[in-house]
Nanobody, 121 residues
């Protein structure tokens, strides 16, 4: 599976951005897609995730109520709508696709190249 992100940029605090991830390749075994982010000196963290079967979502506590993840399997895209952005949202955002087994362990993971989001105060 190949992932390509777009939509990052510079925005003032309180503003909005929409990230889009276009994916290609064989996705029949992918169980979840989502967005992670990483800022300097910190570990990569989950922002939002959506299952490919049923569309269940999962959000980091820090973005609940502000960010919304959505998927369009016909268009092969996964988007992240980010509202009420804060300076602490500044990071490189990575699109992610993966497959989990019945124990919840990732057996396959792939990442996009990342897109920079900068929120100024």
């Amino acid at each position: 599976v190949h992932l390509v992100e777009s939509g990052g940029g510079l925005v003032q605090a309180g503003g909005s951005l929409r990230l889009s991830c276009a994916f290609s390749g064989s996705t029949f075994s992918i169980t979840a897609m989502g967005w992670y982010r990483q800022s300097p000196g910190k570990q990569r963290e989950l922002v939002a995730r959506i299952t490919t079967n049923g569309g269940s979502t999962d959000y980091a506590d820090s973005v609940k109520g502000r960010f919304t993840i959505s998927r369009d399997m016909a268009k092969n895209t996964v988007d992240l709508q980010m509202n009420s952005l804060k300076p602490e949202d500044t990071a490189v955002y990575y699109c992610h696709a993966g497959r989990r087994n019945s124990r919840g362990n990732w057996t396959y993971r792939t990442w996009g190249q990342g897109t920079q989001v900068t929120v100024s105060s």
